[in-house]
């Protein structure tokens, strides 16, 4: 088997997309999981309005738990490390408009810095 290594000519290429964008679509027997909030639908949305738009250089992913939960719905933007909590078509568009072609983040929409804590078990 040949070891992974990386093409010189490829270290000068463009990368494949410019920014890859993951979406929680988690679902569990809880109804704090993403999935339980309507976040597959969400990226299903996120996926065809990029294709609509033509942003090309923008992956969007439907991932399982990214540990987020209690603030989700989770998307994150990489390379940005950019972690925001859509809830509605509109959103979706907010961070399309402002943050992918805009260039800027859309606060309101910003996860916090931690997650709240869990609720107590009754």
């Known amino acids: ?21 993951f979406m929680c679509a988690n679902v569990v ?27 090309r250089k923008v992956a969007a992913t439907k991932t399982g738990c990214m540990g987020r939960c209690l603030s989700g719905p989770s998307l994150v933007i990489y390379p940005d490390n950019v972690w925001y909590s859509p809830h509605n078509e509109a959103d979706i568009d907010d961070i399309i408009s402002t943050h992918l072609l805009g260039g800027n983040r859309v606060t309101r929409l910003l996860m916090p810095a931690f997650d709240p804590p869990l609720p107590e078990e009754i």
């Open 1 to 21: 088997m040949r070891p992974l290594m990386a093409n010189p000519a490829d270290q000068e290429a463009e990368p494949f997309y410019d920014r890859h964008i």
């Open 29 to 55: 027997a809880d109804s704090r999981c993403c999935g339980a909030k309507g976040s597959e639908k969400l990226c299903m949305y996120l996926r065809r309005r990029l294709k609509e738009l033509g942003i």
